[in-house]
């Protein structure tokens, strides 16, 4: 069984710029969530794809969105980067209909803004 | 709104002596309770869930729900114990969304 994978494992952007983060879901897995997790805090949640749809979405602008692809891997992007958005993104994958709640994170992207 | 609120930052213990972590959350709803763990230079992995009533590595949580609590223990502690622990809340029957505290770093005193 695959574990997800997380690409680039980091970054650096200045503000202003775009970006493209990816997250292949573990196999068997048709969800994805998206977290970020700032230094010190939890992650916080910025939305979930669910075959290839928008299924949930936490308090983030829009400038921050997402694509889910056939084979469920997906994109985090955002757009016009400000300095707070320097933090670690998290990907995660579940398969709600086997154990709803579970997920299976990856190791993260950091993120620094300059 | 849903929250989930971790009040320690930081909790020392002595290797043998028991442990607690404290989580209360608020949800008016039925929420699932979740304890997540990030060891050292580990990803974030599930330890376990309020559904389960299970015991995993020694620890275990009861979902109170008179104090909306959820408080992890677990009678010994030992040293591989020392991780970051995060309670997460999920709304029962809907989306996967998942809700985390701020997490609590534990480290096991030898």
């Known amino acids: 069984e695959t574990g997800v994978t997380q690409s680039p494992t980091h970054l650096i952007k200045t503000r202003g710029q775009q970006v493209t983060l990816r997250c292949s879901s573990q196999s068997g897995h048709n969800t994805v969530s998206w977290y970020q997790q700032a230094l010190g805090q939890g992650p916080q949640f910025i939305f979930q794809?669910?075959?290839?749809?928008?299924?949930g979405r936490g308090n983030f602008p829009p400038r921050f969105s997402g694509l889910q692809f056939p084979n469920y891997s997906s994109e985090l992007n955002v757009n016009a980067l400000e300095l707070d958005d320097s933090a670690l993104y998290l990907c995660?994958?579940?398969?709600?209909?086997?154990?709803?709640?579970?997920?299976?994170f990856g190791p993260g992207t950091r993120l620094t803004v300059l | 709104a849903q929250r989930v609120t971790q009040p320690e930052k930081l909790l020392s213990v002595f290797k043998g002596a028991p442990v607690e972590l404290k989580c209360n959350y608020s949800y008016s709803g039925s929420p699932e309770l979740f304890w997540y763990v990030q060891y050292s230079r580990q990803r974030l992995q599930l330890l376990l869930r309020h559904i389960s009533r299970e015991s995993i590595k020694g620890f275990t949580a009861d979902l109170n729900k008179g104090e909306t609590s959820f408080h992890l223990k677990k009678p010994f502690a030992q040293e591989e114990d020392s991780a970051m622990y995060y309670c997460?809340?999920?709304?029962?029957?809907?989306?996967?969304?998942?809700?985390f505290g701020k997490g609590t770093r534990l480290h096991i005193l030898p």
């Open positions: 997460a809340l999920r709304e029962m029957n809907r989306d996967d969304k998942i809700i």
């Open positions: 995660a994958s579940s398969s709600p209909a086997r154990r709803a709640g579970v997920q299976f």
């Open positions: 794809y669910y075959r290839e749809e928008e299924n």
